[in-house]
């Protein structure tokens, strides 16, 4: 997974999965990490297409191919570039999706797959950092035991390759909350976007709405959502980067405020699998992964991380301060409980 990089330059950097894994074994002095080995060929199979699939294969070997088709496969732009060993790479990501969902089918309550998130990945095209579509493939295993199912992504943006793939599957209902496609990447997410029994919900907020915002919208819909719906378990995405200084967003959401959206989660009393997603502030990355890994483990999240965590990393406090009473994008967030308490009945 560490190997999963995409050069120096760009802002999705391995070094927070590395962090998150240290500052979890620090304050969690019994943590087991698994090695899931890498997906199968045939795993990527049951989201992508055996071109797509075979495409991604050949770039990893450094092969050249016609720029149409590295453009047409979405690996000419300079977010999702090709990269040696891209294959592999991708394959653990989506070795830990695998396996947190094979947990899930024989009968554990709560998986993680911390690495993984990449919900831009579409069916035959690679999108915002994302070669694979774990979330979907973790989806498309758990359907194996379970009828009804649930993916609930709090990441700054929206969720939007997951949305396509299962946009025609009414037994899979997305919900994402996300900074609006009027000012973010990739565009999309609006309560408009409909899906095989409308099985799609998006919450998509103004730049610079604030946290009691975020909370109190992904509150009013998140809850409408699961009594409509009924799922029997629930895939997690917990992008990080809602958060107040993430520098690809606009959102100004703390720390406690996105946990608290990971509680409301938690409370279902559903089976999770939970991974992870967004996020480029290196210092709040590990804090924030560390602490939702804590709090759906039922695990006491302490203030501070303990000393022997480095300085300079950041992450000594756990929690934000907290900022009072905020309430900016109000309105809008209003206009898209409305038109969910509406829809949602």
């Known amino acids: 997974m560490m190997e999963y990089d995409f050069g120096p330059k760009h802002p999705l950097k391995p070094i927070r999965l590395q962090r998150t894994e240290a500052l979890l074994r620090a304050m969690v002095p019994d943590l087991v990490c698994i090695d ?3 997906a199968e060929p045939e795993e990527i199979a049951f989201v992508h297409s055996q071109d797509y699939i075979e495409v991604t294969q050949s770039l990893s070997t450094g092969e050249q191919v016609p720029a149409e088709v590295l453009f047409s496969y979405g690996f000419g732009s300079v977010d999702t570039p090709p990269f040696r060993g891209m294959f592999g790479a991708a394959l653990a990501y989506c070795g830990g999706a695998v396996r947190a969902a094979e947990d899930l089918l024989v009968g554990e309550e709560l998986a993680f797959n911390i690495g993984g998130g990449l919900h831009h990945a579409q069916r035959s095209r690679a999108s ?3 070669v694979f579509n774990d979330p979907a493939i ?3 295993i758990l359907k194996q035991r379970f009828k009804k199912l649930m ?3 709090i990441d700054l943006h929206h969720g939007d390759g997951v949305q396509a793939i299962f946009e025609d599957d009414p037994d899979v209902l997305t919900l994402s909350i996300h900074e609006s496609g009027k000012t973010l990447y990739p565009g999309t997410g609006f309560v408009e976007e409909t899906g095989a029994g409308g099985a799609i919900v998006n919450i998509p907020l103004e730049a610079r709405t604030t ?9 009013e819909v998140f809850a409408r959502a ?3 719906f009924q799922p029997e378990a629930i895939v997690l995405q917990m992008g990080c980067d809602p958060h107040t200084n993430d520098p690809l967003g606009h959102l100004a959401v703390t720390v406690q405020e996105w946990l608290a959206a990971v509680t409301l989660v938690k409370k279902t009393g559903l089976p999770i699998l939970a991974c992870g997603g967004g996020g480029y502030a290196i210092e709040n990355v590990p804090r924030m992964w560390a602490a939702a890994v804590m709090e759906l483990s039922g695990i006491e999240i ?7 965590i480095p300085i300079e990393w950041g992450v000594s406090a756990i929690f934000d301060a907290d900022p009072g009473d905020r309430w900016i994008g109000r309105q809008e967030a209003e206009r898209v409980v409305e038109y969910w308490k509406e829809k949602l009945v």
Request: charged share 20%; net charge negative; glycine share 10%.
């Open 128 to 130: 915002g950092f994302c």
């Open 211 to 219: 946290g009691d915002t975020w909370i109190w919208a992904f509150r």
């Open 226 to 228: 699961v009594n409509w």
């Open 138 to 140: 973790s989806l498309m």
């Open 36 to 38: 899931p080995g890498l």
């Open 302 to 308: 302490p203030e501070r991380a303990p000393d022997s």
């Open 151 to 153: 993916y609930v992504d």
